[in-house]
């Protein structure tokens, strides 16, 4: 049995714990500072964090762009029909990759290989170059792909969960209730939108204003028609909202904002989470380390949904 921390953050070094209290706070008064130092600090747990048993095959197509590429991961021990966990990067829409490092994001999906899932660790086209609704094309694209290969990895194509984390929360969001974009969740059993930007805003007090501009346009008219609360009511697929206690400016609003209009359309409340003590940064990157709050969660929510029906 997985043994879980009872307090976020309760697994750490009191140096950390410092850190984590000192820099969420203020978190969003100079976010690239502090998502480095967050970072930094969380780079030797995840050096020493275990990965044996853990397969990689890095570098798989699922496109022709040369960012439509993916690493999956399993355990090495062989096993059919494994749940397929995807995780898709943030960036705020113009930048990030599926490895920030060779630790991170990596680190996401050994977690969830070592605890007998298949993941699978997508990149995806940037804005400029592409723009609203297209993130979500490639979402779709890479669920096709595992539909149609993962069971090669001993993964179950028809338990195919997406977590996303930021920008990629987004793009997951607009798969999974968008009808512009028109998937409407297809293929997948469920979603986890971890601190993802669930409204278009340009707001003075939104650091990536910048971000949002490049994919979602410069029409501030369009930007509610084209943000995934607006449609949460057509959300089509099971979906679990995870904020940080200190997430960047009004991702955590909107984050709540996103679970009362499901809420208010289905007839009762999604799964919804505030990591405590966390931010933007420390929510992903604390996987595979002593602390297994989120991953546990994700697991368990994993269990209650159903496998996805193709509506092909």
Known sequence: MMMRNPR??????????????????????????????????FEPLLREAPRDGVVCVAGLRYGDHPRQVLDVYRPATPAARRPVVVFVHGGAFVRGERD?????????????????????????????????????????????WAREHIE??????????????SAGGTHVATFACDPVAGYM???ACGVVLV?????ADRLAVNPNAAGV?????????LLEARSP??????????????IAQYDNPLLDVYGVEMAHRVAVAQGHAPNLLRLAGHNHISIVAHFNTAEEILGGEILDFL??????????
């Open 8 to 41: 976020p953050l309760s697994a750490y070094s009191d140096e950390l714990r410092r850190l984590m209290a000192e820099v969420g706070p203020v978190w969003g008064r100079d976010i690239r500072r502090h998502r480095d130092l967050v970072w930094a600090a």
């Open 185 to 187: 969740g297809e293929g």
């Open 152 to 165: 090669e990895h001993g993964g179950d194509p028809g338990r195919i969960l997406l977590v996303g984390h």
């Open 213 to 221: 501009e490049a994919y979602f346009g410069a029409n501030d008219a």
């Open 195 to 199: 601190s993802a930007r669930l409204r």
């Open 100 to 144: 920030i490092s060779p630790l991170a994001y990596a680190n996401v999906l050994t977690w969830f290989a070592r605890q007998g899932c298949v993941g699978i660790n997508m990149e995806y086209r940037l804005a400029p170059e592409i723009r609203y609704p297209m993130g979500a094309d490639d979402v779709a694209a890479v669920v096709a």
């Open 229 to 242: 609360v607006t449609h949460a009511h057509a959300l089509a697929v099971p979906a679990f909202i995870v």
């Open 303 to 312: 269990d209650t949904i159903p496998a996805a029906i193709s509506r092909s």
